[in-house]
Nanobody, 114 residues
Framework: VQLQAYGGGLVQPGGSLRLSCAASGRIFNINTLGWYRQTPGKQRELVAAITSGGSTNYADSVKGRFTISRDNAKNMVYLQMNNLKPEDTAVYYC?????????WGQGTQVTVSS
């Protein structure tokens, strides 16, 4: 399974970004797609995840601001990020899980700064 993430960048506080991730390869056994993020010196943390049936899970810190969605026909997962805060600054990784989080894409940098 290959994951290609894109859409990061520099945005001012209060702004919005949309991350996209394209999945390819042997994806028939993938149930959950999601986004993690990581800052230097910290562990990678779950931001949001969505199952093939559409169930979602969010980190408390992003609830009400971020929305995860997926297009199963296109094998895409998206993360709409609104009202961004400086503490959202991180490298964001797209991940895929069959049983656990076995597959990762390259990170995309999100920087929230004025």
């Amino acid at each position: 399974v290959q994951l290609q993430a894109y859409g990061g960048g520099l945005v001012q506080p209060g702004g919005s970004l949309r991350l996209s991730c394209a999945a390819s390869g042997r994806i028939f056994n993938i149930n959950t797609l999601g986004w993690y993020r990581q800052t230097p010196g910290k562990q990678r943390e779950l931001v949001a995840a969505i199952t093939s049936g559409g169930s979602t899970n969010y980190a408390d810190s992003v609830k009400g601001r971020f929305t995860i969605s997926r297009d199963n026909a296109k094998n895409m997962v998206y993360l709409q990020m609104n009202n961004l805060k400086p503490e959202d600054t991180a490298v964001y990784y797209c991940g895929a899980a069959a049983v656990a989080w076995e597959y990762w894409g390259q990170g995309t940098q999100v920087t929230v700064s004025s």
